[in-house]
């Protein structure tokens, strides 16, 4: 962290993740597997774009920080993943 902010490339890029009881163990990113040797922070938000309505489920996404690496690189990733569409993002990298 940076004077209270927390710095890091942000990515945006689709990555295919495997979990485990509902925690990511790893995930491909540019053809690239990486490992997850340890979670560092979970927390949950809602989407902005959702409104109440007939549709019961409310949208969350999960983000994910972790310790991750490859066999040409490591550091620490921030995942998300939106429950309405189970797609799963890479947000940042501190590498």
Excluded at 12 to 19: I, L, R, Y
Excluded at 50 to 72: F, I, K, L, M, N
């Amino acid at each position: 962290m940076l004077g209270g902010t927390v710095v890091g490339r942000y990515y945006g890029a689709h990555v295919t993740v495997v979990e485990a009881e509902g925690r990511p163990t790893r995930f491909t990113w540019e053809g690239r597997v990486y490992g997850i040797r340890r979670i560092i922070d979970h927390w949950v938000t809602l989407r902005r774009d959702w409104t109440p309505g007939a549709d019961s489920q409310v949208p969350e996404r999960r983000h994910w920080r972790v310790e991750a690496g490859s066999a040409y690189s490591q550091g620490v990733y921030e995942l998300r993943q939106d429950t309405a569409t189970d797609e799963w993002l890479l947000s940042r990298v501190w590498g």
